[in-house]
């Protein structure tokens, strides 16, 4: 905060997003806010800025151009104070919420605008809030510290199962929401920005993490490489057909009783990146194009690797195969069947194929500029520097168990010996879908109050991805409305998302897609 008025640091999220972080401020009773714009988001902040004032009035004082030195590269940000409105502008006047959930409540499902304003009022309120899962077991924390968000994992021995899996789904919840960073990213996007024309390859673990969006775009907003000049200014996505395949493998994952495991979620998560790169206009600069075609060996070589996965859970040893051969006694089996089987090799030939058709695809359009081969798994990126793919290994940010985080940025002005605060601000409301989509549920707990959300779970309609909806019960959207008394009014702040929905995405919002305060 400056002058005790916060500050949202516009670094290459998107704009709504951001837009409703301004809002969430005015929700909790500030009256002014700063929006900092670095980089080639200069224009978004302005966009920002712009909207806040044709949508609800706010007033957009005097602002600062200025420049920072980062990395030895003179980097320019816009500093924009707002003014917001009276509170009348935005009607602080809720109906019966009791009445409203009555006459509303369809399919069970509630949209990001609602959850995250409500959940991040009570953060605000109680300046704590707690994860757990099904179980009660505490899986992430987040309070203020300092004035600042800070987050605690829960205690976890990240040696053993079921902890390791539960730590490393909060991980990968915290690591796609972009609290986490990859390694270097800070080189990677500098690796980048070297060239005014890029063309990626992406492996299926880029998709799983959602290190496109979250990540690596933001990185390159707002590091550039030379001084006046911002690069890259055109990034194609190459994604293989085998990756796609992959994923539609993943999606069709499913528990005995037709729900989405945590593979089948993740697999959605990753088609969830696919569109928003494609669908949404809000990310200037980049294409998406599936290379590659089917390879009809796939299914026997995925079935072989699926018989050697299931021999390996089952703790099958070699001894024990033969026993079975042999059809000895349940006795003899079961005493070869103790979970001490020989691991699986992982299986090569996918991340083989994904390389064969990236290399294929580069012949074809004979392209000399900037082409890399990003990939978050080790071998894969040895391999590619091998085959002269130069690859780009992204890899993933790990936070110590039971550490603190403070996610403070710090660039420091050489010319002036001052310091900016650059903070990558998340949202409540990515956090808690992030941990949805990991566990599936989740209980989140604020003061002495406990409700519970879900991830879809049949996985039937890929629009409830796209709009982050949570399914939650009837009962637990009454509690939140109970104790709700923000500045801003629900239903006219989810027609507000709807309406920004429309303006930056291609796929328009659809009936059945609509907050429960909309239909």
């Not at 070869?336 to 990236?358: E, L, V, W, Y």
Request: with cysteine; glycine share 6%; net charge neutral.
């Amino acid at each position: 905060m400056v002058n005790n008025e916060p500050i949202i640091d516009v670094c290459g999220k998107r704009t709504i997003e951001y837009v409703f972080e301004c809002i969430s401020i005015y929700n909790n009773n500030h009256d002014k806010i700063r929006l900092r714009a670095y980089g080639s988001n200069i224009n978004k902040g302005v966009e920002i800025a712009q909207i806040l004032k044709d949508r609800i009035g706010a007033l957009i004082c005097q602002s600062l151009l200025d420049s920072i030195i980062l990395n030895d590269v003179k980097i320019p940000y816009i500093e924009i104070p707002i003014q917001f409105p009276d509170k009348n502008k935005i009607k602080r006047d809720h109906p019966n919420h009791r009445e409203e959930i009555d006459t509303r409540f369809q399919k069970g499902f509630v949209n990001y605008s609602t959850y995250h304003l409500l959940l991040d009022w009570y953060f605000n309120q109680s300046r704590q809030i707690e994860i757990k899962d099904d179980k009660n077991k505490r899986l992430l924390t987040i309070f203020l510290k300092d004035g600042e968000v800070a987050y605690r994992k829960g205690d976890f021995d990240s040696y053993k199962k079921p902890d390791c899996d539960i730590l490393n789904k909060i991980n990968s919840a915290l690591y796609r929401c972009g609290i986490v960073m990859p390694y270097k990213w800070q080189d990677i996007a500098h690796k980048l920005s070297h060239h005014d024309d890029v063309i990626l390859g992406v492996d299926t673990n880029i998709l799983y993490n959602c290190t496109i969006s979250e990540h690596l775009l933001p990185a390159v907003t707002f590091i550039e490489s030379t001084a006046f000049i911002h690069t890259p200014n055109w990034i194609l996505l190459a994604i293989p057909a085998t990756v796609m395949y992959e994923l539609e493998e993943a999606a069709n994952i499913r528990s005995r009783n037709g729900n989405l495991t945590y593979q089948g979620r993740m697999a959605f998560r990753a088609l969830q990146e696919i569109i928003e790169l494609t669908s949404n206009i809000d990310i200037p600069g980049v294409s998406l194009l599936i290379i590659g075609e089917a390879d009809a060996t796939v299914d026997t070589k995925t079935s072989l690797k699926k018989i050697n996965e299931n021999i390996y859970n089952l703790g099958i040893t070699v001894d024990g195969i033969k026993d079975i051969l042999h059809r000895d006694s349940p006795e003899k089996l079961n005493k070869h069947c103790s979970f001490k089987g020989i691991p699986a090799p992982k299986n090569s030939s996918g991340d083989m194929t994904i390389r064969n058709q990236f290399k294929k695809f580069l012949r074809q359009i004979d392209f000399h500029k900037g082409t890399y081969f990003l990939t978050a798994d080790k071998s894969n990126s040895a391999l590619a520097m091998a085959e002269g793919l130069n690859p780009i290994l992204i890899s993933q940010g790990f936070i110590k168990n039971n550490g603190t985080i403070l996610e403070i940025n710090k660039l420091k002005d050489m010319d002036k010996n001052s310091t900016i605060e650059l903070k990558m601000n998340i949202p409540i409301g990515n956090i808690i879908y992030e941990m949805a989509v990991s566990f599936g549920s989740i209980h989140v707990s604020y003061k002495d109050k406990t409700i519970t959300l879900n991830s879809d779970k049949s996985g039937k309609e890929l629009g409830r991805w796209l709009h982050k909806q949570l399914i939650i019960k009837k009962e637990d959207l009454e509690t939140l409305m109970d104790g709700y008394n923000g500045e801003c009014h629900l239903k006219l702040c989810v027609e507000f998302w709807k309406r920004l929905i429309e303006k930056f995405e291609d796929i328009k919002c659809m009936p059945d897609m609509q907050d429960v305060f909309y239909k």
